[in-house]
């Protein structure tokens, strides 16, 4: 009697959890279904037209593979990080029993349109792109490159020069009322950074700039990167 007992409390256990499983599967299902039902991809994330999309931007700089002189370009490894709002990805989450956060494909979301004004080549290095969310509709989205971009160059010094290749980075269609764009930090993440054994990376600020022009009132933002590195004598 009592081993059939413990058998059917082991049955009713095994029960429970797969019940409480297949629920924990079901609520990121159904949640991720009801976020995106009637989502459009090409508006920008706000519910009032008049509202801006604060964009916090960052790059980690993974690895400097060539200075090449005879093109004038720099070819790296880069780790973007952006963060924003996104009014029509949020959800309840006051009782606790909601998920926290869900993972989403980018394809199927806005994304800001962050192109580097300067690239002469960009190769994604995932194959696969996505976005954390949270229930307060904060997007995070980490995408990785490894981008040769245009450097104006000067070897007048040579062997022992320094040379200064920026990034620039801004939004192709949006001017600042639209999508206002700010740096996460005054400087790339360099606390991953592999050494290059030609060049000493010395420094990599960042700054934001601003311009307006006389046809039109409103700004239009750029993040701009100076990587500064300097030579290695062997």
């Avoid at 995106?36 to 508006?43: A, R, T």
């Avoid at 996460?184 to 307006?212: C, F, H, I, P, Q």
Wanted: glycine share 4%; with cysteine; hydrophobic share 35%.
């Amino acid at each position: 009697q009592q081993r059939k007992i413990k058998m059917l409390f082991s049955l009713i256990f095994t029960f429970l959890i797969l019940v409480f499983d297949v629920q924990a599967k079901s609520k990121e299902r159904s949640l991720t279904t009801q976020l995106l039902e009637d989502y459009c991809v090409s508006g920008r994330p706000v519910k009032d037209d008049g509202t801006t999309v604060d964009v916090k931007f960052g790059v980690t700089l993974q690895y400097i593979e060539n200075l090449d002189i005879a093109k004038q370009s720099l070819t790296g490894y880069y780790w973007l990080n952006l963060k924003w709002t996104d009014e029509y990805l949020s959800w309840d989450n006051t009782d606790g029993q909601v998920l926290k956060d869900i993972r989403l494909r980018a394809e199927d979301i806005w994304l800001p349109d962050i192109e580097i004004y300067n690239m002469l080549k960009r190769e994604d290095l995932r194959t696969r792109d996505t976005v954390v969310v949270t229930s307060d509709g904060s997007v995070t989205w980490i995408p990785s490159y490894k981008i040769t971009s245009l450097c104006t160059m000067d070897t007048t010094s040579y062997p022992f020069d320094e040379q200064t290749c920026e990034l620039k980075f801004g939004s192709w269609v949006y001017d600042g009322l639209k999508m206002n764009l700010t740096l996460t930090d005054d400087s790339m993440d360099l606390g991953t950074y592999v050494s290059n054994s030609d060049w000493e990376l010395v420094s990599a600020a960042g700054k934001r700039n601003t311009v307006v022009y006389e046809c039109c009132p409103e700004p239009y933002l750029d993040l701009g990167f100076d990587i500064k590195l300097r030579r290695i004598v062997h």
